[in-house]
């Protein structure tokens, strides 16, 4: 028993030490593969906790070292990963402990760590797919697509079919952002593989990146895992991005231009009230809705949008700053037009659609030099033509020709008319069929008073393209210069149809509204003279209104006239008032009117007539009975006068004019005057803001008597010639300010006295306060010569002209 019991014993305490000796490393292994599955299942803390716990027991342990870290790679703690790297024993490791260290120095940028690695793997075994891929895919990282291609080719050809080279190929290609052949690759596998979700991911990103969201985004949907959430709202920002540019280019039916715009912002709307969406999606959404707005030509919003974001513009996307600058443009507000653009060009500096927007607004700021200089740098920057390389097929650039367009308004803009005429003649040599070019000419024309030379080109241009806007837009301006209201009328309705929130066309309607208010114009002049001829003091008053348009053609007018003269033998007061009616049809203006004394008296007519011969032309007369021209003095001693005028204009052009007028006056007591008038107007210097103009004058008269009680030499002769300068002090689109300041100096030669020099010095000042309302003042110093004594007066002016 006792044998047997210590041999029973004996056994039992061997089996104990034997169980205790093999317990441990059973212990030890089912703690890694613990860990293992840990880490598989996701718990990399849980893992990484129970393999950091065995490493301190048995830190030499190379299998620990191995399970440590490809879990810290799983985890994506690539820089812990790669601190174990110097310990892993290269030539002996296992081949996924070498691809985990190899991913992990990729991951975090150690390139030629990571290549290092790879190329132990294809040392092992060139056959190895993964390395290879790996390989190729870091080269790629590194921006050494050489390399990355180099590696893929030496795949053996028996692998060249595999689906994760062609992925591999496919991620090389968007590398090298050649995306429509990452596209093609992304496809190839989807074809052979539909499910296969890393190539489907790929294909959604690619359209994306091909401005393709709306394909990208209908795939997504039909995979809606393959993308997150955030992912899928980018898209749909993407396709309404999209469709807010598509919408603003479409060549939709009028009727329908701007559905497409319409339903982009409907759905940026639809988004923006979305709860979820970050910061920065929600701002680049409010970008496009800016975009959106002013490209609906709802530009007060798009700029209030713009001052809700309060932000900095200089974090504000280029092409958001170009749309709110063009809206606040449109507002008439160019200075921060002016500098919106300027800071969306520094962001883009090739971007000439910008440049284009910034010439308007320097030249609504009057700023001649930059908006020239601009013109300059697109004409010398741009190509004249576009060509495909390789292609045989050679275009001209429109681009080009809009920036040679807008050379040629700026200088019209600025005044330069008959260089912007000769540049536009010469460019439409070149491209005779050009119709941009043609109505650009058709401007000038009729801005430099050309109206018959302007319509014919408006008629060749519409012929060619009967619904081009600015052409019509263009041509009903003429006409209504014309004074051809009918088809003006027409025109608008057709226009506002469907382009009445185009800025040309709502300039063109205002201008007609303001054809169709009645108006009030007054004058008045009074001073003093040191001689008693017209007397010594004077004044003269005229207000005139007229009613809005009767029958397009017609309008009613009433008006008042009072003059006052004091003389040694007393003072005359000449007060009428009369009613008549305005005719206003193509080359003809006429008016026809009765008055009478305010203090009783004979009645009076006056008709006046002018005809527009041509563009060059233009002939007019005037018959007056018991006239206004009476010398006041004449009108105290009972005399009253009839008068017939025949005159004749030559307008060359706006800068040079010549006018004739031959004058008959009948007077109540026997007296009669024959007079001639020729004045000529000619501009020396025209810049932006100042002209300095030529004028001369010359005048002759004889009289039948000139023992009257007024001033009524035999004969008399008088020239001068002096200088008009004008000085645009201020100029924002209606409102304008301006100084005027004439002289002239010239001699007055009369029957039975001496010849003498005469002279004038005017100085007025003007102000356009908008479009229905300007004003005038101004000063007047005179010195002429009657009977041989000389007469030295000072006057003072002013008026007003208002539409209502």
Do not use: C
């Amino acid at each position: 028993m006792r044998i047997s019991g210590y041999l029973l014993l004996l056994i039992a305490a061997s089996l104990g030490a034997t169980g205790s000796i093999a317990a441990e490393p059973d212990a030890h292994l089912w703690s890694r593969e613990e860990a293992i599955e840990l880490a598989r299942n996701g718990d990399f803390d849980e893992a990484l906790s129970t393999l950091g716990t065995l490493r301190e027991a048995d830190p030499d342990d190379p299998a620990l070292l191995h399970d440590e870290t490809v879990v810290l790679a799983w985890a994506g703690q690539n820089r812990l990963a790669l601190d174990n790297a110097p310990l892993i024993d290269a030539k002996n490791a296992p081949d996924y402990v070498i691809k985990a260290v190899a991913r992990s120095a990729r991951d975090i940028g150690e390139f030629d760590e990571a290549a290092r690695w790879y190329l132990t793997l294809l040392d092992r075994a060139a056959a190895n797919l993964d390395a290879r891929r790996g390989l190729a895919m870091t080269f790629a990282d590194a921006g050494d697509f050489e390399k990355a291609w180099g590696a893929l080719n030496e795949v053996p050809l028996e692998q060249r079919d595999d689906l994760t080279l062609v992925l591999t190929e496919a991620y090389l290609y968007e590398g090298e952002r050649r995306f429509l052949e990452a596209l093609a690759s992304y496809q190839q596998v989807i074809a052979a593989q539909p499910d296969n979700k890393a190539a489907i991911r790929g294909a959604a990103l690619m359209l994306r990146a091909v401005l393709m969201p709306r394909q990208a985004l209908t795939l997504a949907l039909e995979y809606p895992d393959v993308l997150s959430s955030e992912e899928i709202v980018h898209l749909e920002a993407d396709v309404a991005a999209l469709q807010i540019r598509y919408g603003a280019q479409s060549y939709y039916p009028e009727s329908r231009r701007h559905e497409g715009t319409d339903l982009a912002l409907s759905k940026v709307d639809e988004l923006l009230a979305r709860p979820d969406l970050d910061s920065d999606m929600r701002l680049r959404l409010r970008f496009d809705r800016m975009v959106a707005l002013t490209n609906r030509l709802r530009t007060t919003e798009a700029i209030a949008e713009f001052e809700a974001l309060d932000v900095d513009a200089a974090i504000v996307p280029a092409y958001a700053l170009a749309s709110v600058g063009r809206a606040y443009l449109s507002e008439r507000q160019p200075e921060i037009a002016r500098d919106l653009l300027e800071l969306a060009i520094a962001k883009e500096p090739e971007n000439f659609h910008f440049k284009f927007q910034l010439f308007f607004a320097y030249t609504d700021l009057r700023d001649e030099t930059r908006a020239i200089g601009l013109a300059e740098e697109l004409l010398a920057t741009l190509p004249k033509l576009n060509q495909v390389p390789g292609s045989r097929v050679v275009k001209g650039n429109r681009a080009y020709l809009r920036a040679a367009i807008m050379y040629g308004l700026a200088r019209a803009n600025f005044d330069q008319l008959a260089d912007s005429q000769k540049y536009f003649e010469d460019l439409l040599a070149k491209a005779p069929h050009n119709t941009d070019i043609r109505h650009e000419l058709a401007n000038v024309y009729r801005w430099r008073g050309w109206l018959d030379r302007s319509l014919s080109e408006y008629a060749q241009v519409l012929a060619v393209e009967p619904e081009l806007m600015s052409a019509r837009v263009g041509n009903a301006h003429a006409r209504l210069d014309y004074r051809d209201y009918a088809p003006v009328e027409k025109e608008l309705r057709a226009l506002g149809e469907h382009y009445g929130d185009e800025p040309a066309v709502k300039n063109l309607a205002d201008r007609w509204q303001l054809q169709n208010l009645q108006e009030v114009v007054t004058n008045v002049e009074f001073g003093e003279s040191s001689g008693p001829t017209f007397g010594n003091d004077q004044y003269n008053v005229d207000v005139a209104w007229f009613s809005r348009p009767l029958a397009r053609k017609y309008r009613a007018l009433v008006f008042t006239h009072d003059a006052y003269a004091d003389f040694p033998e007393g003072s005359e007061h000449r007060r009428r008032m009369g009613a008549g009616v305005e005719y206003r049809h193509l080359r003809w203006l006429a008016t026809a009117r009765l008055s009478a004394s305010r203090d009783g008296g004979s009645a009076g007519f006056r008709g006046a007539a002018n005809y527009r011969f041509s563009d060059l032309w233009s002939f007019g007369a005037i018959l007056e009975t018991d006239s206004n021209a009476t010398p006041l003095r004449g009108e105290r001693a009972g005399v009253s006068s009839d008068l017939v005028a025949l005159s004749a204009a030559f307008a060359r052009n706006e800068s040079f004019d010549v006018r004739a007028q031959l004058s008959y006056q009948d007077y109540s007591d026997q007296n009669a005057s024959n007079s001639f008038l020729l004045r000529a107007r000619k501009r020396l210097i025209v810049r932006p803001g100042f002209r300095l103009t030529a004028t001369g004058e010359a005048f002759t008269d004889n009289r039948r008597r000139d023992d009257v009680v007024y001033f009524s030499p035999k004969s008399s002769f008088s020239w001068s010639a002096g200088l008009r300068y004008d000085w645009l002090m201020a100029r924002r689109y209606d409102f304008g300010l301006t100084h005027t300041v004439t002289g002239n100096m010239g001699q007055y030669d009369q029957s039975g006295a001496d010849a003498d020099s005469v002279w004038s010095l005017n100085y007025e000042f003007s102000a356009d306060l908008n479009n229905r309302l300007s004003t005038h003042l101004g000063l007047s110093r005179r010195s002429n010569v009657y009977d041989g004594i000389r007469e030295n007066g000072t006057f003072y002016s002013g008026g007003f002209r208002w539409k209502f």
